[in-house]
């Protein structure tokens, strides 16, 4: 499970994923991932323990003091463009089944 957030404040995507989930998803795309994701961590270590924070692409451009380990782009920078291919062959393949295995 994915979640992508719009521009609120932190404490509102924290207690929205909290109040709302069972499970954190397994990935928040948020255009401050590199506030919420320590905020998360500090407030609810276990819940958020497999999640991963990120800053999509668009909004990136404009975090030049954040660690890159918070961009969306890092997930697959450091492979060629085959591997990265195959990657994202293999994430959209499981992403799909897991989806249709939900539904039935």
Sequence with gaps: MTCVC???????VF???VT???IAPEQVVYDFACALGPYCM???PEFFK????AIDDFHAKDHTKCSP???HTEC??????????IFTKVFLSVWNRRRILNLG
Aim: glycine fraction near 4%; include cysteine; proline fraction near 3%.
């Design 6 to 12: 719009s521009t609120i404040g932190r404490n509102d």
């Design 15 to 17: 207690s929205a994923m």
């Design 20 to 22: 709302r989930w069972p």
């Design 42 to 44: 500090l407030r609810e």
């Design 50 to 53: 497999n999640t991963l924070f």
């Design 69 to 71: 380990a918070a961009f």
């Design 76 to 85: 697959i920078s450091y492979m060629c463009q085959d591997r990265a291919i």
